[in-house]
């Protein structure tokens, strides 16, 4: 049998027996879960050919069925993250309902993930497209919280995107009378301008929405926060990056090569703003999911201009930033479920000093934020390195000025992150937090040895993007093991730094460890120096409300006339919106008969201006 | 190395040395005294040449300046201090209201006699003392210093229970958190 | 083998040098300042006492992990950027790995340090290391606009984004950096105080204000670790100022003599001035100095 059939298959069966393993017994279905959990990876990495194709042709479309290795690097992110998030759920959820649906839908989204990813026509892209859209959905309200508003908006966004890909393909099957993508990209050059940009330009708009660009970002804050952290972990992680995965194709195959660089440069423009208006954002929160949900904006921004700028550096700086992105979001995300379910809060104006209760979530977000800050040794060192040097190299100077103030301004949240959960006070109400599950540790500490050894051999995931790039157009994409080169010649040799680092610091802390670390004693965090106050243990003495008052005072004027008011109208008037269009749906069955009508009619009279027969 | 006492000698020398010329002090500046230490510290009387220096929580602190009377409230306070700062550390007892009393001699809120709650290392007698005589007291701590002398720090450990019965007299409502180093 | 045994000289040697020299600015700084205040002032190597006498003085309390490795994760960033700036124009003893880094890389690792401070004074506890690390992120956000943007001026006016590169362009043409890209210069100076934290600057610590913030709950060997790092790390900056715009130095009388005089300047303009609210530091950072940052890149791109 086919190992894409077989791919598939697993993983749809893989849904129902968790599906109908839940529904039986919990633990029959935590079994099932986690078998399945271990099937997929192990199956995928061992058995799939990716050279093989399916073909089948269904009501006269051919629908053909394949990887390419510039979908292989994607289904590698998928692949690797989502079964570690199950198996995190199997800790996370436990005390949860409903259970056989979270996992039907968690692994119908990776279902779709897959089958996006291998798709070669577009009938398949937008079915499976589709199956990601809606079990994700499924799962955004699937704690009941907030359904009104994440929900809908979610629904919105998903339906303008996933409609502006079927008018896309719509228009794309008028033109060349097949759905195949390569059909496209290889008459792309031959269509008119306007068709170039039309067809580009929805694809691009079904893209970005799941990608959370700028205008389109508006779902992605309330879905990502009130998802459960299992699932937030691969929505963040991998299903956005299904995004960033179209823009590539459409970006490089098609604009750049009918000398259209512009809307990649659009696009770059707008990863750019979206970094720095979601930074900002990001700094502002006081609930950490938040924070995490606009930092993922954020870093989405930084993909979405490397894939825009086009060139080999950027791209590369983009798909390796796409999986680290993966990586450490996937992490910091599990960390805040770990931490809301022990502790039963993220808001960091409350929780506090849990570093002394879960050293092992402290740890891996450690890594985690280090990774996201950018700071060598780490691995996310490399893709914020390579995105600056390819800006530089073409002399987009603006853009590496506002990429470095979103990504200096990251380091406030970034510690606000650790600080509000993991440091600070240690307070009376959060004495009972115990340190999560090993079932919920284990697939972060996985992922943060992964951002520890990227640090030193970013070449073990280079490998990859070269030759997913080799379907970009970018043959011999140079690469090394751990020296980074950018094109004027200058290159960072990481190893050395990694070196550096560990001889420096194994040195010192032989040296301030020997003699002396026993004889400390470990004290309380009451016990500081308080210019003689008594601090009683029950006494409240965390500082993390309006941590950033400050930086709020320095960025007033844009926060009060800029961001703030944007954002109030942008949903006053998506509400209004909404309400009208709710007004649409009367509930009379005669009024939907004069809409088909009069829809008819339309079409009728203006088909020959539109469509053009 | 620490089983030698030839080379045992040496580090203690450079110890001595180093510990002379760099005084921290934390200024327990409740009493009248305090306001003799800005003149100590700034132009006129410049105290930074003799390596003293202002330092702003105990741990950092090698010296406690106990500045003029210490009511019985406050001692706590001054306690709690001196046990958070960190091994060797000194006491400068600044003024006569630390040494019996002073004109506070027969109050029913200050202690007498700071020596029984803490380890005082040198007296500054005066009310107030003048800048001059405050650096002649820390010149004769720094002495003490060099002599290996001031060990305060090492009478107050061994001899904790004394001390802490002492405490617990003047102190009725004992709220401390345990000693620690 | 002797390559390494060379190497690994050579690196020690650098970390003592960046260690006294960075030492004594501080006692001259500490001098300097005396004298303007009409005092004597303590000896210039009053800073070496005052490691030493830390590191003799007992550590008996700590805050945990994170409490325990802040200092070194300091240490280990100060000598890690001090491996990969270049000291000498040439030379044999301290070229370290200087060819394996470039600006941007520098940039990141110099923020690095100040990272793990914040993280070691938020794992104490304290309110007053918080308020400190909060106000030094954010005035962080505020100096690094405008020096970023000089450096980028010149990366892409030079077309090189390796300091070796540029100090190499500054022996070719044999005019420092500092008059041919005159503005970019200017931006980077005006952002330097901020990296010195001297007054104005001074907010992170702000003594009196936040008892000594960040650094609050660190005694003993802790403190000393992290006055080393401390200079250090001014050493490395001066340095790198140096490298870049004053066209490094031959020798290493010469690199004393260049990086004390632009350390005179945070140190002179602190004795005279009052300290800044976080929110006038960066108000200061992105008006002129960002000015001056823009009117380089535009210089640089025409």
């Known amino acids: 049998m086919n190992s894409l059939v077989l791919l598939i298959l697993i993983i749809a069966g893989g849904a129902l027996l968790s599906y109908f393993g839940h529904k039986i017994n919990k633990i029959l279905g935590n079994i099932t879960v986690f078998a399945v959990a271990l099937i997929i990876p192990i199956y995928w990495f061992t058995q799939v050919d990716f050279t093989e194709t399916v073909s089948f042709t269904v009501s006269g479309f051919h629908m053909e069925l394949g990887y390419n290795m510039y979908g292989r690097l994607f289904s590698m992110i998928v692949m690797i993250l989502s079964p570690l998030a199950l198996i995190y759920a199997i800790g996370y959820m436990k005390d949860q309902k409903k259970l056989a649906t979270f996992y039907f839908s968690f692994l119908f989204s990776i279902l779709g993930m897959t089958g996006i990813l291998m798709s070669r026509d577009f009938v398949s892209l937008f079915i499976f497209w589709e199956i990601m859209t809606w079990s994700s959905y499924l799962l955004v309200i699937f704690l009941g919280k907030d359904v009104q508003k994440t929900g809908i908006k979610y629904m919105v966004f998903s339906a303008i995107g996933a409609y502006a890909m079927l008018m896309a393909i719509v228009i794309i099957y008028k033109n060349t009378g097949s759905m195949m993508l390569s059909d496209y990209f290889g008459s792309f050059a031959g269509f008119t301008l306007q068709t170039k940009l039309l067809t580009g330009i929805l694809l691009l708009l079904g893209f970005a929405v799941k990608s959370a660009v700028m205008p389109f970002h508006v779902w992605a804050p309330g879905a990502y926060s009130n998802t459960p952290m299992a699932y937030t972990s691969v929505f963040s992680g991998a299903l956005s990056k299904m995004g960033i995965y179209g823009l590539g194709f459409v970006v490089v195959n098609l604009f750049a090569q009918a000398n259209l660089e512009i809307v990649g440069y659009v696009l770059a423009w707008l990863g750019a703003i979206t970094a720095v208006l979601a930074t900002f954002s990001a700094v502002f929160q006081h609930d950490a999911k938040k924070l995490l949900a606009y930092s993922s904006i954020a870093q989405l921004g930084y993909i979405v201009t490397g894939i825009g700028i086009g060139t080999e550096l950027s791209i590369m700086a983009g798909l390796y930033l796409a999986v680290l992105h993966a990586a450490f979001k996937g992490v910091l995300f599990m960390v805040v479920g770990a931490v809301e379910r022990q502790a039963g809060t993220t808001d960091m104006n409350v929780v506090s000093g849990l570093v002394r209760k879960m050293p092992f979530t402290f740890f891996t977000a450690l890594i985690a934020i280090i990774a996201l800050a950018g700071i060598p040794p780490l691995g996310g060192f490399v893709g914020k390195w390579m995105l600056y040097e390819s800006l530089i190299n073409n002399g987009n100077f603006l853009m590496v000025i506002m990429i470095f103030l979103s990504s200096t301004a990251a380091f406030l949240y970034c510690f606000k992150f650790l600080f509000g959960l993991f440091l600070g006070q240690q307070e009376l109400e959060f004495d009972h937090v115990k340190e999560a599950s090993p079932i919920m540790i284990i697939p972060m500490l996985l992922l943060s040895v992964f951002l520890l050894v990227t640090g030193a051999y970013p070449g073990i995931v280079f490998k990859y993007i070269a030759e997913g790039m080799t379907n970009l157009g970018f043959h011999n994409v140079n690469w090394q093991m751990s020296v980074l080169t950018n094109a004027w010649g200058d290159s960072v040799n990481v190893q050395h730094v990694y070196l550096s680092v560990v001889v420096v610091f194994v040195a010192f802390l032989i040296f301030i460890t020997w003699r002396g670390y026993k004889h400390a004693t470990k004290i309380s965090t009451k016990d500081i120096s308080s210019s003689g106050e008594m601090i009683k243990p029950e006494d409240n003495m965390t500082y993390a409300m309006d941590f950033y008052k400050p930086f709020e005072r320095v960025l007033s004027p844009i926060l009060k006339y800029k961001i703030n008011k944007y954002y109030e109208d942008f949903g006053k008037g998506l509400e209004a919106l909404f309400d009208f269009m709710r007004r649409i749906y009367t509930g009379n069955g005669q009024t939907y008969a004069v809409y088909v009508i009069v829809f008819l009619a339309i079409l009728l009279i203006f088909s020959k201006s539109i469509f053009g027969y | 190395m620490y089983n030698d006492k030839e080379s045992q000698k040496i580090v203690d020398i450079i110890q001595n040395y180093a510990r002379k010329h760099s005084l921290f002090i934390l200024a327990y500046g409740t009493g009248c005294g305090a306001i003799e230490i800005p003149p100590t510290m700034t132009s006129r009387y410049d105290a930074e040449r003799f390596g003293i220096r202002g330092s702003a929580t105990p741990r950092q602190a090698d010296v406690l300046l106990i500045t003029g009377y210490l009511a019985t409230k406050s001692l706590k306070r001054v306690i709690k201090v001196y046990e958070q700062m960190q091994d060797p550390k000194y006491v400068i007892g600044f003024g006569s209201c630390t040494i019996n009393g002073g004109m506070y001699w027969d109050s029913y809120n200050t202690i007498n006699v700071l020596d029984k709650y803490l380890p005082v290392d040198v007296y500054i007698n005066g009310c107030m003392p003048r800048p001059e005589a405050v650096i002649a007291g820390f010149v004769k701590l720094q002495k003490l210093i060099q002599q290996g002398k001031a060990d305060g720090w090492d009478i107050y450990k061994k001899n904790i229970d004394e001390y802490k019965a002492n405490q617990k007299k003047i102190i009725t409502n004992w709220v401390m958190p345990d000693f620690n180093f | ?302």
């Open chain 3, 1 to 302: 083998m002797e390559g390494i045994g060379y190497k690994i000289l050579g690196a020690v040697l650098t970390t003592i040098l960046a260690f006294v020299v960075g030492m004594f600015y501080g006692g001259f700084s500490r001098k300097i300042t005396a004298r303007i205040q009409n005092r004597v002032g303590p000896p210039v190597w009053q800073n070496f006492l005052d490691v030493l006498k830390l590191l003799f003085k007992k550590t008996s309390v700590r805050y945990g992990f994170m409490h325990h490795i802040a200092p070194l994760w300091m240490i280990s960033m100060s000598i890690t950027t001090l491996m990969f700036v270049p000291v000498l124009n040439d030379g044999l003893f301290f070229t370290n790995l200087n060819f394996s880094g470039d600006i941007i890389f520098l940039l990141y690792i110099m923020v690095m340090g100040s990272l793990g401070m914040a993280l070691g004074a938020g794992s104490t506890g304290n309110p007053n290391s918080a308020i400190g690390v909060s106000r030094g992120l954010t005035q962080m956000v505020g100096f690094e606009i405008p020096w970023v943007m000089a450096l980028v001026a010149l990366m892409i006016q030079y077309k090189t984004t390796s300091v070796t590169g540029l100090m190499e362009v500054q022996s070719q043409s044999g005019t420092w950096l500092m008059f041919s890209s005159p503005f970019a210069f200017i931006a980077a100076l005006l952002a330097m105080p901020g990296m010195f934290r001297y007054s104005p600057f001074d907010i992170v610590g702000a003594p009196s204000e936040l008892a000594s913030g960040p650094i609050s709950e660190f005694g003993g060997k802790y403190l000393s670790t992290m006055m080393t790092s401390g200079s250090i790390f001014a050493f490395v900056k001066l340095t790198l100022y140096v490298d870049i715009f004053m066209g490094g130095a031959s020798n290493l009388i010469v690199l004393v003599l260049k990086t004390f005089t632009l350390y005179m300047y945070p140190v002179l303009w602190g004795t005279v001035s009052a300290r800044f609210r976080t929110e006038q530091s960066v108000r200061y950072f992105w008006g002129w100095p960002t000015f001056f940052g823009f009117i380089a890149l535009i210089y640089a791109a025409f």
